[in-house]
Structure formats: structure tokens, C-alpha cells
């Protein structure tokens, strides 16, 4: 059973910064995209950024130009550099894996944006 397992989260002040990290049970090579999405508060899931086996990454334009995703393949691990957040970055960050049409999920952390 494939498991993805994300740490990083906490409490940060506005203009801070974060770097999230996904720990996949197995290689990562095994997922054509990975990525991270959030659920803000009393809102629906949201693509934050994702990551393609062929090194293409897409984010959402909220965060475009403040997160970076990167992925390691010998670490068997996925990355979420967060900087310069905000209020409204504060969230469940939600790490994802799709092998080929299969969706897998982490159990999400939290990020708070507060002063």
C-alpha cells in the first residue's frame, strides 16, 4: 500500500516561510504527477502546484512566483518551498500522487499564516 506522509506544517507570520515535504513509501517514479493541493477554511480543495515525471510544473496563480515544488527521486520525496505567505495561505496542505490514473493521497498538514 502506497503511502504518502507530509510534514512541515505550523505557524508562520505573514511574509515568513515554509517547505512542506511529502515522504512517499516507495519510489516516486511510480507517479507520472505529483503535487500539493489545500483546503482553506470553510472552502473546497485546491490545486496548489503539481509536477510532472518529465520535470513540468504548474501552480496555481495565487501562489505563482512565491512556491516552488520540486521533487527527488533518490529521497523518494516531494518538496513545497512556500515564501512570502500570507493570510490566506493558511490552510490543510494535502500532498498528491497519481500513478497513471490512480489518485493517492496524504493525511495533510496545517498551515497557519498569522501574526
Known amino acids: 500500500q502506497v503511502q504518502l506522509v507530509e510534514s512541515g506544517g505550523g505557524l508562520v507570520q505573514p511574509g515568513g516561510s515554509l517547505r512542506l515535504s511529502c515522504a512517499v513509501s516507495?519510489?516516486?517514479?511510480?507517479?507520472?504527477?505529483m503535487g500539493w493541493y489545500r483546503q482553506p477554511p470553510g472552502k473546497e480543495r485546491e490545486l496548489v502546484a503539481i509536477?510532472?515525471?518529465?520535470?513540468?510544473?504548474n501552480y496555481a496563480d495565487s501562489v505563482n512566483g512565491r512556491f516552488t515544488i520540486s521533487r527527488d527521486n533518490i529521497k523518494n520525496t516531494v518538496y513545497l518551498q512556500m515564501n512570502s505567505l500570507k493570510a490566506e495561505d493558511t490552510a490543510v496542505y494535502y500532498c498528491?500522487?497519481?500513478?497513471?490514473?490512480?489518485?493517492?493521497w496524504g493525511q495533510g498538514t496545517q498551515v497557519t499564516v498569522s501574526s
Open positions: 498528491y500522487g497519481n500513478e497513471f490514473g490512480t489518485p493517492y
Open positions: 516507495g519510489s516516486t517514479l511510480r507517479f507520472n504527477v
Open positions: 509536477s510532472t515525471l518529465s520535470d513540468r510544473t
